[in-house]
T-cell receptor, first 112, second 116 residues
Framework: NAGVTQTPKFQVLKTGQSMTLQCAQD?????MYWYRQDPGMGLRLIYY???????DKGEVPNGYNVSRLNKREFSLRLESAAPSQTSVYFC???????????FGPGTRLTVL | QQQVKQSPQSLIVQKGGISIINCAYE??????FPWYQQFPGKGPALLIA?????SEKKEGRFTISFNKSAKQFSLHIMDSQPGDSATYFC???????????????FGRGTQLTVWP
């Protein structure tokens, strides 16, 4: 039982490049989330998916897109990376009715 | 608008002392209040959580105190240890409708350092 897994762990991009961050969970959770963490700003929600087939914007969605591929997988795409997107990105999942939210280990992204 | 406000931003405590972190919220629909602990290079992990039908919950050295009328809750760490040094986040959620169901709103975090 791996919980929430994220790939890659580290990534360096040049401004304007694109990439996709992958997330998968094996806990059969309905809801999945993408956060970014910056010093002094806490965890800010980028996008979330309350259930398979639905996605919604969070607090800071600009510059990102998401895909809920199936119940297990939720990917985050940066179409044209900017230095302001340098951050640590966390994926999380939770059962739709509430309770504990489980986080992945994070992806540290640097945009030059 | 920040849904959950957390203070202090950083806290330094001597080993054996009590660490106290406070959070406040406005949305009276919130009915689940967890605290998450995060070590450097790791994802946050649930530490302890409370629902508003009780005023206090204790797990080992960690206690949540909840004041529904003041819309405040706090984390107390008794006998703080160097191994408790981490970032702590409070959060809140409600049984919202539709897509907001279960969404957690996080405070900005408190970096705790416990000196030996």
């Amino acid at each position: 039982n791996a919980g929430v897994t994220q790939t890659p762990k580290f990534q360096v991009l040049k401004t304007g490049q694109s990439m996709t961050l992958q997330c998968a969970q094996d806990m059969n959770h309905n809801s999945m989330y993408w956060y970014r963490q910056d010093p002094g700003m806490g965890l800010r929600l980028i996008y979330y998916s309350a259930s398979e087939g639905t996605t919604d914007k969070g607090e800071v969605p600009n510059g990102y897109n998401v895909s809920r591929l199936n119940k297990r997988e939720f990917s985050l795409r940066l179409e044209s990376a900017a230095p302001s997107q340098t951050s640590v990105y966390f994926c999380a999942s939770r059962e739709r009715g509430g309770g504990e939210q489980f986080f992945g280990p994070g992806t540290r992204l640097t945009v030059l | 608008q920040q849904q959950v406000k957390q203070s202090p931003q950083s806290l330094i405590v001597q080993k054996g002392g009590i660490s106290i972190i406070n959070c406040a919220y406005e949305n009276t629909a919130f009915d689940y209040f967890p605290w998450y602990q995060q070590f450097p290079g790791k994802g946050p992990a649930l530490l302890i959580a409370i629902r508003p039908d009780v005023s206090e919950k204790k797990e080992g050295r960690f206690t949540i105190s909840f004041n529904k009328s003041a819309k405040q809750f706090s984390l107390h760490i008794m006998d703080s240890q160097p191994g408790d040094s981490a970032t702590y986040f409070c959060a809140a959620s409600s049984r919202g409708r539709g897509s907001t169901l279960g969404r957690l709103y996080f405070g900005r975090g408190t970096q705790l350092t416990v000196w030996p």
